[in-house]
C-alpha cells in the first residue's frame, strides 16, 4: 500500500475494525509498511477518540451498547461540539487546549482574534500556527508521552502555573455519572493543574462516552463548570449531570 500520512492511515484502520470486527498490529503492520510500534500508537488514538477497543496484538469494534458504529456520524457530533464551544470564546482570551480528537476540531473551529493558547499536543500546535486568526501559541513542554501523544509531567505542569487563563477546553475519553471525567490513561496529574489554572473549565465531549467508567478519574464534578455535549444525550442524564452543579449545553447537529 502507498504511503499514507498518520491521518489517512488512522482513518483506514478504523474503517477496517467497522468491516471486520477485528485487526492485528502483525497485519497492519505489513499492510502499511511501518513498524509495530507505529500501529500500536494508531490503535491507541483510536481507542482514546473512542473507535474501537485495544486488545493484545491487536484491536476488535466497540461493543454496538458502547457507541453508534459510524465513524461520519461520530465526526458529526465532534464537529457540532467543536462549533458550540467556539461560541463561548471572547477575542483576547487566554485558553488552554488539551490534546485529543474533538479539541481538536475545535482548533479547526478558531476565529477570534487575539487568542493566547496554550497547549500540550504536538499536532494542535501545529494546527494552532496556521489558523488565519493567527493566535499567540504556547506549549507547555514536558515529557513526551507516546500513549496520549502529548507532553506530560512535572515541567509541564510547572509551566501552566507560571500563568493564568480564562478557559480550559478539555476532552474525555468517558464520564462516570457520579464522579466526573474518565480516561484510559495514568496520566491526569496535567489535566488537574490545567483545571487549577483555569477560571472557567469547559469539558468536550460525545454523548455516547457519557456512563462509560475509565479506570481513572481525570477531573471530579467539582472542578468542572460547563459540559458541552450532543444533542443525543438523553433528559434524564442531561438532568443528572446539572444536579452535579454542571451547566449542560447541547450542541445540535444535522
Known amino acids: 500500500m502507498p504511503k499514507r500520512n498518520t491521518q489517512q492511515r488512522r482513518q483506514i484502520i478504523a474503517a477496517m475494525v467497522q468491516e471486520q470486527g477485528e485487526v492485528s498490529v502483525e497485519s497492519l503492520s505489513s499492510l502499511f509498511e511501518t513498524s509495530e510500534v507505529t500501529i500500536r500508537k494508531d490503535l491507541t488514538a483510536l481507542e482514546e477518540s473512542g473507535f474501537l477497543l485495544r486488545r493484545y496484538g491487536g484491536a476488535v469494534r466497540l461493543p454496538v451498547d458502547l457507541i453508534d458504529d459510524s465513524s461520519e456520524y461520530l465526526s458529526k457530533q465532534k464537529l457540532a461540539i467543536a462549533n458550540e464551544a467556539v461560541q463561548h470564546i471572547r477575542e483576547h482570551n487566554r485558553i488552554i487546549i488539551d490534546s485529543g480528537s474533538t479539541t481538536g476540531a475545535l482548533v479547526k473551529a478558531l476565529d477570534q482574534t487575539g487568542l493566547v493558547i496554550m497547549t500540550n499536543s504536538l499536532a494542535l500546535a501545529n494546527e494552532l500556527t496556521v489558523l488565519e486568526c493567527e493566535p499567540t501559541v504556547l506549549m507547555t513542554g514536558g515529557t513526551w508521552d507516546a500513549r496520549s ?11 501552566l ?14 464520564l462516570d455519572l457520579s464522579r466526573g471525567t474518565t480516561t484510559f490513561n495514568e496520566l491526569v496529574g496535567l489535566s488537574q493543574v490545567m483545571a487549577e489554572v483555569a477560571r ?5 465531549i460525545e454523548s455516547q462516552k457519557i456512563g462509560r467508567k475509565m479506570p481513572n478519574i481525570e477531573l471530579e464534578w467539582q472542578q ?22 454542571i451547566e449542560v449545553i447541547i450542541a445540535k447537529h444535522h
Open 224 to 245: 468542572i463548570d460547563k459540559l458541552i455535549t450532543d444533542d443525543e444525550l438523553p433528559a434524564a442524564i442531561k438532568l443528572q449531570i446539572e444536579q452535579q452543579g
Open 161 to 174: 502555573r507560571s500563568y493564568d487563563f480564562d478557559q480550559l477546553f478539555i476532552g474525555a475519553d468517558g
Open 200 to 204: 472557567e473549565v469547559i469539558v468536550l
Open 149 to 159: 501523544e502529548s507532553f506530560q509531567g512535572k515541567v509541564a505542569e510547572q509551566v
